[in-house]
């Protein structure tokens, strides 16, 4: 009987539990609401300064899901006072959770504004914001360690954009013990022009003295405007600089007028020792700007990944199938394994041959 009995038992069991669910569930759902309204009502108390109220609060959600969040506001109220204890126990306790990151930069930055070198180095993390890192050199200098701080400065210099206020004041110091270079100078111009910071191309001239400061005044020059490139009179200095010149102004013509930059191209080729990087960035360059208003390369033409890779996207603007399919196959490695060009190939198959078995197995493996 014994088994009989058991099993009864069991199957009052089971009724008991879905009758008693519903109820369950909402008492559940009826915690959780408090809890958030609780938690919301705890920040309100954090940000009027009533202390006591948000103690309790918080005591009360210490098993709440948002309960560490709770304590991340708390010391962000008082960051300035916080003490470097507070700040790496939190980190500890809490080194899942993105605040942890959060709040431990934004101390280092106040270190930084006020100047307390030596705690903000025995407490610095690497990281790839600029700021800190400043900071960070700052506090090398600030602390004796000189010759290290310099020789980290031009990793930060020679950037194509602005960099924080903050590094201002080691740039500076750097800059006056004659550390920067005119080749230094000359490579974050490149830089910027290629990223069209313009302001920033604007703000490096100062630099530049004698000849060099007229090629980087026509290195700004081309990059606004690019027709004065086909003058090739004024470019046909042979030097590094003078090519970098030509070079860039030739890429950018290309995209607006290929011929005038095919041209161009033809007499500074002809007497200037261009390497092959700059050969195929500029023939590449050309190619694309010839695509781009529907004239492609000889299928048998060489083309580099990323230059095949422009010319696909013309084809693709032109609805151009059988040129989009041939140049997408002429991206190399992974890159023509991306979903997006696997897409407008089989697109491109299926647009420029009829029945494509290629196209549907491609489009099938998409899908």
């Given at each position: 009987m014994y088994p009989r009995v058991l099993y009864f038992g069991r199957k009052h069991l089971i009724w008991a539990l879905l009758l008693l669910a519903p109820g369950i569930a909402n008492a559940a759902a009826g915690s959780v609401y408090e809890q958030r309204v609780l938690y919301k009502s705890a920040l309100d108390a954090l940000t009027a300064g009533q202390t006591r109220r948000f103690r309790e609060a918080q005591q009360e959600l210490s098993d709440y899901v948002l309960a560490p969040y709770l304590a991340y506001h708390e010391l962000q109220s008082r960051l300035s006072s916080a003490s470097a204890d507070e700040i790496r126990n939190f980190r500890t306790f809490h080194a899942d959770l993105p605040a942890a990151r959060?709040?431990?930069?934004?101390?280092?930055?106040?270190?930084?504004s006020r100047r307390e070198w030596r705690t903000l180095l025995d407490n610095y993390s690497d990281t790839t914001d600029a700021e800190l890192k400043c900071f960070r050199l700052r506090a090398l200098y600030g602390t004796g360690e000189r010759e290290q701080a310099f020789a980290e400065v031009p990793?930060?210099?020679m950037v194509a954009k602005s960099q924080p206020k903050a590094c201002d004041p080691l740039f500076d110091v750097w800059i006056s013990?004659?550390?920067?270079?005119e080749r230094m100078v000359w490579t974050r111009l490149k830089l910027a022009l290629d990223a069209n910071g313009r302001a920033l191309a604007r703000y490096l001239q100062r630099f530049f003295k004698g000849s060099t400061a007229q090629l980087?005044?026509?290195y700004y020059n081309v990059h606004v405007t690019p027709a004065n490139i086909t003058r090739t009179s004024r470019y046909r200095t042979d030097s590094a600089y003078a090519r970098d010149v030509v070079?860039?102004?030739?890429?950018?013509l290309a995209r607006r007028d290929p011929a005038a930059a095919v041209k161009?191209?033809?007499?500074?080729?002809s007497g200037d020792a261009f390497n092959e990087e700059d050969i195929e960035a500029i023939d590449s360059a050309i190619a694309i700007g010839y695509a781009r208003d529907g004239r492609f390369p000889d299928p048998a033409t060489e083309i580099p990944t990323a230059a095949a890779a422009e010319i696909a996207l013309a084809a693709i603007s032109l609805e151009d199938w059988a040129q989009a399919a041939h140049w997408i196959d002429q991206i190399g490695g992974e890159q023509r394994l991306e979903r997006r060009w696997q897409y407008w190939l089989a697109r491109s198959l299926a647009g420029s041959v009829l029945h494509s078995d290629r196209a549907q197995l491609t489009f099938a493996s998409l899908a």
């Open positions: 959060i709040i431990h930069y934004r101390w280092l930055r106040r270190l930084g990793e930060l210099w013990n004659g550390r920067l270079t980087a005044t026509a070079r860039h102004g030739l890429i950018r161009a191209w033809r007499t500074y080729r």
